[in-house]
């Protein structure tokens, strides 16, 4: 099989076309692969099967993709304003793993085609995920961005833009872990790290409550992280404002702002609990108790709630988030609660702060991310949310908090879940992604804090796509959706001819939501777990 792309009207993957179908920008055969990679030369790119370059996939079937100039000027011709038109940009999220732990280029010539790919395509731009585990991997203040930097060369090479995501955790899922050198400290010092009632460590990230702690070999995270963010400036100096027109910093689990509640693999396989509160390391312990004294009920310091949740339980099963009547809606709820909370907005007001002041002086946009964690959100106790640190229930907002300190660092909120709907929910978590999004979306407007969205899953089902047109159209606040993200799955036949027409839709003149058209489910129905492990893609 080969694939070339020719000068800027025609894209042709394959010799063999098995039955072509329309399909967006593009005419698609029934099968597709982006497995094997031979050689790129000037504008065409090779794809063959004696290539030795492997980016695993499902299916290995070739296609055939003829762009369709005619869609191109279809928006100018009608005399309409497109959604692109009044500002969205699009970008494309690159595998996680793109640089590898020794710093060179995983699939180096099938990123190439997918990036020349995206070009014709009309995305605006990919973001790139760098890693605190790879660039600083063999000590402290000893860095190496040389695969960052190529993948940014190529970038800038296509005339493409790039978002950096400056990650301080790990991702298991894509074998990245924290440098060897902070892991080896953690071995000897596990409170480095967050801990669950039972004492079990999450080792993705560190704990919060060590920011300003030199536990890092005589420094704190916090210097350590303004090290890092300082000499990443350097590096990519020439870059920044030209290529380079954002920075997200990690504040947490999968970069996002909220605790590890969920870092323990449940019994059943699903995560039909919520959680468990992550405040059980000595350093959170410490400032609970000094908090409690503080506040005039020491007895309350001693330890986080004894009547929470496992993991695997109910939110309900313990006396806490207890419908009626629970611990949750007591004094003592609402100060351990009103605690935890606080403590992870002033960690990411840490961060966003951080960042502002390294990057200020350039003309880049600096975000965060907040996750959308949607499961339960129909009780009064808001359990899940709770856990992961949002003091959020029937009675109180709290998110607003959270986009108010967004507000006053002058950050762009990074918002997930935009593919989501309530109606692919299981009904046994009372979850609704919609009313929640909403939710956040509304305190985003009222603050004026700007918003970039990202879809949660990769699935290519068309009410995934439809709910993310739906979101844009009807939200003038997000100005920037980013897709999560490329690799075998990407431009899979069940996937890519999807993400096509979703960028077709995108291009046409605005449409009324209801004018969307309806597509019947082609996937399994969403679980809890799933969705989940995928809001940090």
């Given amino acids: 099989m080969e694939v070339s792309v020719i000068g800027s009207s025609q894209v042709n993957l394959g010799r063999t076309d098995l039955g072509t179908k329309e399909v967006g920008l593009f005419r698609f055969s029934k099968n597709l692969s982006f497995a094997n990679i031979s050689s790129l030369k000037n504008s065409k790119i090779w794809i063959g099967q004696s290539s030795s370059v492997r980016w695993p996939s499902k299916s290995s079937a070739p296609f055939l993709i003829e762009a369709s100039a005619a869609v191109h000027t279809q928006a100018a011709v009608s005399g309409k304003r497109s959604k692109v038109d009044d500002g969205l940009r699009l970008y494309v999220g690159l595998p996680q793993d793109t640089v590898s732990e020794s710093n060179t280029i995983k699939h180096a010539r099938a990123i190439a085609a997918g990036l020349k790919a995206l070009k014709l395509l009309g995305v605006d731009g990919v973001e790139l995920p760098i890693w605190w585990g790879i660039a600083e991997k063999e000590g402290m203040g000893k860095y190496n961005w040389t695969g960052y930097l190529v993948i940014a060369e190529m970038v800038q090479k296509m005339d493409l833009k790039l978002h950096v995501s400056i990650n301080f955790h790990g991702c298991s899922p894509s074998q990245i872990s924290l440098p060897d050198w902070v892991s080896q400290i953690g071995e000897l010092e596990p409170n480095i790290f967050f801990c669950d009632r039972s004492g079990q460590h999450y080792k993705d990230c560190l704990s919060l409550s060590v920011n300003d702690l030199p536990v890092l070999n005589g420094k704190s995270p916090v210097q350590v992280y303004k090290a890092f963010c300082e000499n990443f400036k350097t590096a990519f100096s020439p870059l920044l404002g030209s290529t380079i027109t954002g920075i997200s910093i990690g504040l947490g689990p999968d970069g996002e702002l909220r605790y590890p509640s969920f870092h323990r693999a449940t019994k059943s396989g699903h995560h039909l609990g919520a959680g468990e509160f992550q405040c059980f390391d000595e350093n959170m312990l410490s400032n609970l108790k000094k908090h409690a004294e503080a506040q005039g009920n020491p007895l309350w ?81 808001h359990p899940a949310e709770a856990m992961a640190g949002f003091y959020n229930t029937v009675t109180r907002d709290g998110y607003e908090p959270i986009i108010e300190m967004f507000s006053k660092n002058s950050c762009k909120i990074i918002l997930p879940g935009m593919d989501l709907s309530d109606d692919y929910q299981p009904n046994e978590t009372f979850s609704s992604p919609e009313s929640l999004l909403k939710q956040i979306l509304t305190s985003c407007r009222k603050h004026g804090v700007e918003i970039s969205g990202q879809n949660s899953l990769v699935s290519g089902a068309p009410e995934g796509f439809n709910q993310i047109t739906k979101n844009l159209l009807q939200e003038n606040t997000v100005d920037l959706f980013t897709y999560q993200r490329m690799g075998a799955d990407f431009f899979s036949p ?3 001819p999807s993400f096509t027409k979703f960028v077709r839709n995108l291009g046409q003149p605005c449409l009324h939501s209801d004018d969307l058209a309806v597509d019947e489910p082609n996937s399994a129905d969403s679980l809890p777990g799933k969705n989940r492990q995928m809001q940090a893609a």
């Fill in 301 to 381: 310091g001693l330890s986080g709630p004894h009547d929470s949740p496992k993991y695997d339980d109910q939110p309900v099963s313990g006396g806490f988030f207890q419908e009626h009547g629970g611990s949750w809606e007591t004094q003592y709820g609402d100060f351990f609660l009103s605690w935890y909370s606080n403590q992870l907005v002033s960690h990411g007001d840490r961060l966003l702060s951080l960042a502002v002041s390294t990057f200020g002086d350039v003309p880049i946009t600096v975000s965060g991310k907040v996750p959308l964690i949607h499961s339960w959100y129909r009780t009064r106790s």
């Fill in 494 to 496: 069940e996937h890519f």
